[in-house]
């Protein structure tokens, strides 16, 4: 007889999320908008919905999309 195998299946699980940007491999902490990250880094690709970002790099977006904010405010 054997074992009963259909209670433990080796489905995907759900795996940690890494940051997004090619060249870096840190744990996820946030996940952000796809179109808000790609005006942060515009070589991120297009597919998917959502980019895991690490805390280096969501630290750099905010920074990018802030430096964009006052860009607009300066010019009022
Ligand atoms: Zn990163």
Redesign the pocket.
């Known amino acids: 007889m054997s074992p009963p195998s259909a209670a433990r299946r080796s489905a995907v699980e759900s795996p940690e999320d890494?940051?997004?940007?090619p060249e870096?491999?840190?744990p996820?902490v946030r996940h952000l908008a796809r179109s808000e990250v790609r005006k942060a880094f515009p070589k991120l690709p297009e597919e998917g919905r959502r980019v895991p970002?690490?805390?280096?790099?969501?630290k750099e977006y905010k920074k990018a999309t802030k430096e964009e904010r006052t860009f607009q405010r300066l010019d009022w």
């Open positions: 890494h940051c997004e940007l870096c491999q840190e996820a970002l690490c805390r280096a790099h969501y």
